[in-house]
């Protein structure tokens, strides 16, 4: 993937636009942005995280899309998951720091918030707490919709 240090109001706005961000201050999105490394281009094809890695980075999408693929016993990959702009990707690695349970890969040139758990502890702890804060909503979001799901089908 390919840093972008460049654009850096064009970023802070895309940063603006996500649900993730909406707590966000204009100076800690200003932070956020000029960390080193915390915005990546990735290409079409291109894996993000690869299964089985150790790698605790969170992605959050900017723009354009990613894909969950998990590789099935018979060691073909399936997908399981799109990934629009604002969703997260690599949540249990970052937190955990235990082997990526899946790929994600770029269906289309992404721009992708990167952030490590250095990162992290670069941040004001307010910023911090936000970030954690809307890790924890999004796991939990995604853990109702596959309740609803399982529960539609029986």
């Given at each position: 993937?390919?840093?972008?240090?460049?654009?850096?109001?064009?970023?802070?706005?895309?940063?603006?636009?996500?649900?993730?961000?909406?707590?966000?201050?204009?100076?800690?999105?200003?932070?956020?942005?000029?960390?080193?490394?915390?915005?990546?281009?990735?290409?079409e094809?291109?894996?993000?995280?690869?299964?089985?890695?150790?790698?605790?980075?969170?992605?959050i999408?900017?723009?354009?899309?990613?894909?969950?693929?998990?590789?099935?016993?018979?060691?073909?990959?399936?997908?399981?998951?799109?990934?629009?702009?604002?969703?997260?990707?690599?949540?249990?690695?970052?937190?955990?720091?235990?082997?990526?349970?899946?790929?994600?890969?770029?269906i289309?040139?992404?721009?992708?918030?990167?952030?490590?758990?250095?990162?992290?502890?670069?941040?004001?702890?307010?910023?911090?707490?936000?970030?954690?804060?809307?890790?924890?909503?999004?796991?939990?979001?995604?853990?109702?919709?596959?309740?609803?799901?399982?529960?539609?089908?029986?």
């Amino acid at each position: 993937m390919k840093q972008i240090n460049t654009l850096k109001h064009k970023i802070i706005q895309l940063l603006a636009r996500l649900d993730f961000f909406k707590d966000f201050t204009a100076t800690e999105k200003t932070l956020l942005v000029d960390g080193k490394g915390m915005i990546v281009l990735a290409e079409e094809g291109e894996y993000v995280i690869k299964e089985g890695t150790v790698d605790p980075t969170l992605y959050i999408p900017l723009s354009g899309e990613l894909e969950v693929r998990m590789t099935n016993e018979t060691g073909k990959e399936i997908t399981l998951a799109k990934i629009p702009p604002g969703e997260t990707v690599g949540e249990v690695a970052f937190l955990t720091d235990t082997p990526r349970t899946a790929s994600v890969v770029a269906i289309k040139q992404t721009l992708l918030f990167r952030c490590n758990r250095a990162a992290l502890k670069n941040l004001a702890p307010a910023a911090r707490e936000k970030i954690k804060d809307q890790i924890i909503y999004k796991l939990i979001e995604r853990l109702h919709q596959k309740n609803v799901e399982l529960s539609n089908r029986g």
